[in-house]
């Protein structure tokens, strides 16, 4: 079945490095999401991506598909306190359910 | 309200009782899906519902978990015979279809002694 693996599993970093998590599916994707949690909290929708080679960003974050449809990755730039969380993706193959990497937990050191 | 509203938002249950989870989704979302988490892991699929479509239950632990879906409104996902396996929040998530964001509920945390 559809598979989407998430490295690396935790990163630890001083405020102001740049973060990037990476994402990687076992088939073509449809489409791609990306969500954050913070602790204690429930997943919130970040982005969707949807075409081949897509690049979105988002004031420090930038997302990225990979040509194939079948990769993707979020970086981080410069991070601050408040990006600590766990981070998500969730890929979709064509007509099926959302299936989520198991995250990246981002713990920021001020 | 305008989000997910999951119940009960904590339940503790002593091994080998049933346990019934509540979600009311979005009003007008055709798709919803729940999920369980255990203490700091990621999201495993439980089930996920779709319009009037046979419901995709591919994820379901075993055959004391099932899930139901009323009108295309709320949806109950019950545990039979609790474990104390089972212990880990439950969310639940709608969304208006297809490629759409799903917009989560605040989870029941789900504690089995």
């Known amino acids: 079945g559809q598979q989407v693996m998430q490295i690396p599993q935790y990163q630890h970093v001083q405020e102001g490095e740049d973060f990037t998590t990476y994402c990687n599916s076992s088939t073509t994707l449809s489409n791609i999401q990306w969500y954050k949690q913070r602790p204690g909290g429930h997943p919130v929708f970040l982005i969707q991506?949807?075409?081949?080679?897509e690049v979105k960003k988002q004031k420090r974050l930038t997302f990225q598909f990979g040509e194939a449809k079948k990769n993707s990755s979020l970086h981080i730039t410069a991070t601050q306190t408040t990006d600590v969380g766990t981070y998500f993706c969730?890929?979709?193959?064509?007509?099926?359910?959302?299936?989520f990497g198991a995250g990246t937990i981002l713990r920021v050191k001020s | 309200g305008a989000g997910v509203s999951q119940s009960p938002s904590n339940k503790v249950t002593e091994k080998g009782k049933d346990v019934e989870l509540r979600c009311d989704p979005i009003?007008?979302?055709?798709?919803l899906y729940w999920y369980r988490q255990s203490l700091g892991q990621g999201l495993e699929f439980l089930i996920y519902?779709?319009?009037?479509?046979?419901?995709?239950k591919s994820g379901l632990p075993s055959d004391r978990f099932s899930a139901e879906r009323t009108g295309g409104s709320v949806s109950t996902l019950t545990i039979q015979r609790t474990q104390q396996e089972d212990s880990a929040v439950y969310l639940c998530a709608s969304s208006s279809g297809w490629g759409s964001p799903l917009h989560f509920g605040n989870g029941t945390r789900l504690t089995v002694t």
């Open positions: 969730a890929g979709r193959e064509y007509g099926n359910k959302l299936v």
């Open positions: 991506l949807v075409k081949s080679g």
């Open positions: 519902f779709q319009g009037n479509s046979a419901p995709d």
């Open positions: 009003s007008g979302h055709t798709a």
